[in-house]
């Protein structure tokens, strides 16, 4: 008899061939309930381990899943892991060579791993992608001031600046920009902008003394580093000890 005949009798029930022919995995998660999941450790309960281990499980099974490498590099470079990180961004970006995010987050990873060469061949890629993207101008001035392009620096915050760049930073980095091109005056108005957005930006207090200082106004440096001494913080103590008594 074919065995898609054969029917058994045990513990009084009729088992029938037919039984087995659904697949044991019928309640498996599929690759997109895989990648929700993750996508929801990641988002809401901001675990990163288990959001990368659902990521890998969706990748698993659907190799060319460009979101879920996408998220599970971000998930390893939030836990620091940045060289992995890189691996999956690239993955991203081997297989949509026009992803934005890719491309920017792997230029972020690489300036953490202080690679900064690297970092600004990717955020040159996000520019050339996305013209008009101050966060990759942003972060490519900060690199910039690193290999000590400081003119190149310069011209990337105010490129950020003008596309209105949300962040109070690129003030401060700006400003510290023209103290290194010695314009301590036009640091001291891009200090001023910081602290005008957010009064609690203590850096801004901190390098406007300096700049300050190096231009002879010790009572307005003074004023600054007092202000961050009241507020808790002691990065200017040498200096306060030194020349505001």
Not at 63 to 89: C, H, M, P, Q, T
Not at 132 to 148: D, M, W
Request: proline share 2%; net charge positive.
């Amino acid at each position: 008899m074919p065995i898609s005949q054969i029917s058994i009798v045990k513990n009084g029930l009729l088992i029938t061939s037919f039984t087995f022919a659904f697949p044991l995995t019928a309640n498996a998660e599929s690759p997109v309930d895989l990648y929700k999941k993750g996508l929801k450790k990641f988002k809401e309960n901001k675990d990163y381990e288990g959001a990368i281990e659902d990521f890998t499980k969706a990748i698993n099974m659907r190799f060319s899943y460009l979101d879920a490498y996408y998220y599970r590099g971000v998930s390893k470079a939030r836990l620091g892991n940045y060289e992995s990180a890189i691996a999956d961004y690239t993955k991203v970006l081997k297989m949509n060579k026009w992803d934005n995010g890719a491309a920017l987050n792997r230029g972020r990873a690489k300036f953490s791993i202080g690679d900064y060469e690297g970092a600004i061949k990717d955020y040159n890629k996000s520019i050339r992608i996305y013209p008009r993207n101050g966060a990759a101008f942003y972060f490519r001035g900060i690199c910039k001031n690193k290999i000590e392009d400081y003119k190149g620096a310069l011209a990337d915050f105010n490129k950020a600046i003008k596309l209105k760049t949300k962040s109070n930073d690129v003030f401060v980095k700006r400003g510290l920009t023209k103290s290194f091109l010695e314009d301590n005056e036009g640091a001291i108005l891009d200090f001023n902008k910081a602290i005008n957005i957010n009064p609690k930006n203590l850096d801004a207090y901190f390098y406007r003394g300096y700049a300050k200082f190096i231009i002879s106004d010790l009572k307005g440096a003074c004023h600054d580093w007092l202000f961050l001494k009241s507020s808790g913080n002691l990065d200017a103590k040498t200096e306060i000890e030194q020349y505001c008594n």
